[in-house]
C-alpha cells in the first residue's frame, strides 16, 4: 500500500516542478475508478468540450466538491491529502477534480500552459496549489500523455492568451523556454498519479492511436492561500479526509446515487479561459 510522499520524490518535486508516484492505487482501486467513470451517467452528461486550437476538442467532466462516491474518496483519501499537505506544507481544500476523457482518435490535444496561467484570473494570490493527475487508462506517448518542461516552474507565471477554447502560454516565451530546458514525455500505468506545481508548463497531444486515455485530475489549493474573490471555483472549504480503504469500501457508488452537492461546473460557468477572452476584446 502506497502512503503519503516520501523525502526523495517531495525532493524531485520541489527541483523539478512534479513527480510521478508509480502505483499509488492498487489495481483494485484503479479498476473500480475506471468501471465507475465509463459507466457513470452523470458524468458524461456534464462533459463538455474544449476546443484545443489544432482542430481537436478535449471532452472534460468538472465539479467542485468532492462528494461522497467513489470520485470523493480518491480526491479526499489520506494518501492523496497528506502527500498534497506535505508538499504546500499548509492544510489544503479541493479546488476542483475533472476527469479529462481523451478517446481513442477523436481527443483532443491541450495546449503549452499553467495551471496558475487559468487560476491567477480567479483571485488566487501565491502559485500554492498542487495538482494530482491520476492515470485511468495506460497514458503513452501515442496516445497523448502529459508532456512537461522540468524546471519550468521556477519561471514565474507566463503571460497565457486564449489558444481555441483554451488558455495557452505565450508561446515565443516557451519556445524560449524550450531552447533551455528540456521535454520530457510522462507516460504513465493506471495507478501512477503525477503530483505537479501550478507554475509547471505542461501539454498534450492528440491521442490519435486505438487507445484511450483517461485521466483524473484533483487539485488542491492551500488554505493560506484562499483567494481574494469569489470565482468559479470555491474559496477555503474544510476538506474531511478518509482513510485510504474507503476507495474499496464506497466501490462503485456514482454520483447519481450521492446525496451530498458535487457542484458540478457546467460549462458556461467555466470562465478561466474567457476572462482571457474578455481582456482582448478590450484591448
Not at 510521478?20 to 489495481?27: P, T
Not at 481513442?104 to 491541450?110: L, P, R
Not at 512537461?148 to 523556454?177: C, F, K, T, W, Y
Not at 533551455?180 to 505542461?202: I, K, Q, T, W
Request: charged share 30%.
Amino acid at each position: 500500500m502506497a502512503h503519503v510522499l516520501n523525502e526523495s520524490q517531495v525532493t524531485e518535486y520541489r527541483r523539478e516542478g512534479y513527480t510521478i508516484v508509480r502505483g499509488l492505487f492498487n489495481a483494485e482501486e484503479v479498476d473500480l475508478l475506471r468501471r465507475s467513470a465509463k459507466e457513470d451517467r452523470a458524468l458524461d452528461q456534464h462533459a463538455f468540450g474544449r476546443a484545443d486550437g489544432e482542430g481537436g476538442t478535449v471532452r472534460l467532466s468538472l465539479w467542485n466538491h468532492p462528494g461522497e462516491g467513489i470520485y470523493g474518496m480518491f480526491a479526499r483519501c489520506r494518501r492523496m491529502v497528506d502527500s498534497a499537505e506535505k508538499l504546500l506544507e499548509d492544510e489544503v481544500y479541493h479546488y476542483h477534480s475533472k476527469m479529462i476523457m481523451k478517446d481513442a482518435k477523436v481527443g483532443g490535444a491541450w495546449t503549452w500552459h499553467q495551471d496558475y496561467g487559468y487560476w491567477y484570473q480567479n483571485g488566487v494570490i501565491w502559485p500554492n496549489l498542487v495538482s494530482v493527475s491520476i492515470a485511468v487508462d495506460p497514458a503513452t506517448k501515442e496516445n497523448g500523455c502529459m508532456q512537461v518542461i522540468p524546471r519550468s516552474h521556477d519561471i514565474g507565471r507566463i503571460e497565457h492568451v486564449l489558444s481555441g477554447d483554451q488558455a495557452g502560454a505565450d508561446m515565443e516565451r516557451v519556445n524560449a523556454i524550450l531552447e533551455r530546458l528540456p521535454l520530457v514525455y510522462c507516460e504513465m500505468e493506471p495507478g501512477d498519479a503525477m503530483f505537479f506545481h501550478s507554475n509547471l508548463l505542461h501539454r498534450s497531444d492528440m491521442n490519435r492511436s486505438d487507445n484511450p486515455r483517461w485521466s483524473m485530475i484533483c487539485c488542491y489549493n492551500a488554505k493560506s492561500n484562499d483567494p481574494y474573490k469569489d470565482a468559479h471555483h470555491p474559496r477555503y472549504t474544510p476538506l474531511n479526509k478518509v482513510d485510504d480503504d474507503m476507495i474499496v469500501k464506497v466501490g462503485v457508488k456514482r454520483f447519481a446515487d450521492d446525496e451530498s452537492n458535487v457542484a458540478w461546473l457546467e460549462d458556461a460557468n467555466d470562465t478561466s479561459a474567457r476572462v482571457l477572452k474578455d481582456k482582448a476584446a478590450t484591448k
